[in-house]
């Protein structure tokens, strides 16, 4: 479990969990809990580790084994049980491979939390696996992803298509594409959970966009390109 040079070190959301008491229940909770997971990349799998200030340093990790990772995102986070010292919680994790051209996929895991006031453990387990049959993977792709409440949106520079999946029942169906036809050259999202998709190249003639709104309904379709800004993540002008 090495890290390498190349890596997406990915800064999880941090579980920033300063509550005193679950809502309803009056339930005194671990008033020291921020946990941060990080992630690393190969050709061949993610690496995670787990650190924070429960205790003190790190206290685990493990390998998700995947062909070609390429995106990863995190959803928010639940608290599923607490005690007067202890509490578990649960976010989805969703990593998107390249794998070959014709298998780009998307793998849902289920991470949890089991959080005391001096230790925390981690568990991934699988939920389910989509294959992305309106992308084109294989090596030396850039994919793209981002996600609000309703769906998750991918696509990859070798795609004249980009994919929504709905979270839970993981419904695919395409995004695109424009006459003449365009790769994805970027995906956006703010924090009130609006998404842009566009297409082509930047500074070229033919570059467009899709809006989504929270609910993952489309409201708008133009040419040229738009960036969502949000609080954690720079827009990448390229």
């Known amino acids: 479990m ?16 300063f509550v005193t008491n679950v809502q309803g229940g009056g ?13 690393d990349t190969s050709p ?3 690496s995670w580790y787990t650190c924070g200030t429960t205790g003190s340093g790190c206290y685990g990790g493990g390998y998700l084994p995947a062909n070609n990772p390429c995106a990863l995102l ?8 607490a005690t007067a010292d202890e509490f578990d919680s649960e ?7 390249a794998e070959d051209a014709k298998n780009p996929r998307l793998t849902v895991y289920l991470m949890k939390y089991h959080v005391t006031p001096s230790y925390a453990t981690t568990t991934f387990s699988l939920v389910r696996r989509v294959k992305l049959s309106n992308l084109v993977g294989g090596n030396g792709v850039q994919c793209y992803a981002a996600a609000n409440g309703a769906a998750l949106y991918l696509g990859t520079n070798a795609s004249d298509n980009a994919v929504m999946v709905q979270k839970y029942s993981y419904v695919t169906s395409p995004i695109g594409g424009f006459s003449p036809p365009s790769p994805v050259s970027g995906i956006s999202a703010d924090n009130m959970g609006y998404v842009t998709v566009n297409f082509g190249e930047k500074n070229s003639y033919n570059t467009d966009f899709y809006m ?17 800004p949000n609080t954690l993540n720079t827009i990448p002008f390229h």
């Open 74 to 81: 995190e959803d928010k986070d639940r608290i599923t049980k």
């Open 44 to 46: 061949a799998g993610i």
């Open 91 to 97: 976010r989805y994790v969703y990593l998107m491979t």
């Open 212 to 228: 989504f709104g929270p609910d993952g309904l489309g409201v708008e379709v133009g040419g040229g390109h738009q960036y969502l």
């Open 27 to 39: 339930i005194p909770m671990p008033t020291d809990s921020t946990l941060y997971t990080t992630y």
């Open 2 to 17: 090495l890290r390498n040079k190349w890596a997406i070190t990915l800064m999880a959301a941090a579980l920033q969990l």
